[in-house]
DNA sequence: TTGTTATTGTGAAAAATAGAACAATATGAT
DNA sequence: ATCATATTGTTCTATTTTTCACAATAACAA
């Protein structure tokens, strides 16, 4: 079932927000309540649904807990995600040391970097030398990777990524990368951010 | 000129493209050149340029410095943005010694905490307490800022930020957060951003 | 029961976005 | 000069995405 990317990003944020929802108590939800708690439209998420078959009960709404199992299990949260970090630097470190990632079922399980001053084996997420990502990807399995190192390292680096059996980036450096057919990169350009920030500000500073 | 989000995102990546083409000792570019390499179609540089009345020559192209002058007048980097980041933490401080922005006319002048171990005047980038930024914001007339406080932090910060004079808000918390009418949110949600990326691997996956 | 109501699920309409096509035209060749 | 060519700018067309609208129906009340 392939989607546009904001769709599965809607879901996403369905999926959080149901567990807010359950979190206050509540059982059931209905297509509007969680329109409000995203800020979309009750028809959207209706549609959403409808696009995954998930279907919800006349009148009564649905039900939260099977709707999180369906939502998780299209997200593939229902197996913990081992994802590892190349670059163990002020940014992959940040990530390697937040905890926040846990309770998405999603843990960094190892980084890599060419300082030697940055191997750690012993840390809670260990760090390794480059030369050991491709062996860690191949018998570990590992499909996705977050890439954080200097831009002019990126492409080399996701080259050999991609080469050991990674099959999806979460880019930080600010430049488009190449990757092998069959491998997908979702950049993180907070640069692009800011300005796209500063942009709608000005706009609408100069139209009030 | 109120246009939507994907198109400023593309005007920003033709900057970025731009630049590295006269880094390569090109003068001139052709809409091809660009569409090629920001991965998009010819048609759709001219229309992006046409929307915002830039234009080039028959034949010719565009002049790659005019151009830039344009492109970097309409995303206001004709003058230097100042930036604040509120909460000096693992992701607050990775910014704050983060070199990439200045080279795009974004410069983070300040951080506030509330722990006051976190505090530090005299650091390239001074980290003062919260309490100062309503001050802070208001004399220096700052209108964005980024937000990496914890979760649970984030509304209020960001109502504190909001009702000082901030206009534009970087959120690293993943999670929606309300603003005043006038004030824009932009979230850089990791979480997500990995799930989505763990959702069209499991797809490519299946599908092959 | 029967009727009333609330809410889903979806097909059709509308809006937004992207792409193709091509006339207009500047450039360079002959 | 004239012609051929390359490339823009824009209109027209196609696709994608969102919203509307309403029949279907489950729940509840009388
Ligand atoms: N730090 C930020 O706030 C920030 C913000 C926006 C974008 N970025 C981008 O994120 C990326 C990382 O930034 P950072 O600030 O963490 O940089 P950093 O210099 O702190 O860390 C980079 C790390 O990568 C390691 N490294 C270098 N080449 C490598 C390679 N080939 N393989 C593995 N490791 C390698 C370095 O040893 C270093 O530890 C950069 O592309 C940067 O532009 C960072
Ligand atoms: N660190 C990561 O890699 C990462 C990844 C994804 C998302 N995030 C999100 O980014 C945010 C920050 O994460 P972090 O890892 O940097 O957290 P952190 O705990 O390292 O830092 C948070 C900082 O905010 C300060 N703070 C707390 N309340 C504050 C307030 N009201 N005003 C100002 N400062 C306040 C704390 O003193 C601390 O210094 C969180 O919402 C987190 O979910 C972080």
New interface residues.
Partial sequence: ??TN?NC??RL??YK?ALYRLQDLGFVKVFSDNLAD???GTASQVRKDFSIFGISGNKKGGYQIDSLLEKLNS????DQL?K?IVIGAG??G???M??R??EK?G?KIVAGFDIDPAKINRSNPVPVYPLEEARAFIKTNQI??A?LAVP?IAAQQAVDLICAAGI????NFA???LKTPE?S?V?N?N????????????????K??
């Fill in positions: 079932m392939i990317k599965i990003i996403s944020r959080n708690a995203v800020g299209i997200l593939g949260k995600q994802v002020h940014i470190s940040a990530l040391r937040y926040g990632f998405e999603i499909r996705i977050i831009d099959k999806g980036v979460l600010p430049l488009g069959g997908i979702n993180v907070l640069e692009i951010e800011l300005e796209n920030l500063i942009y709608f500000v000005n706009v609408a500073e139209t009030r």
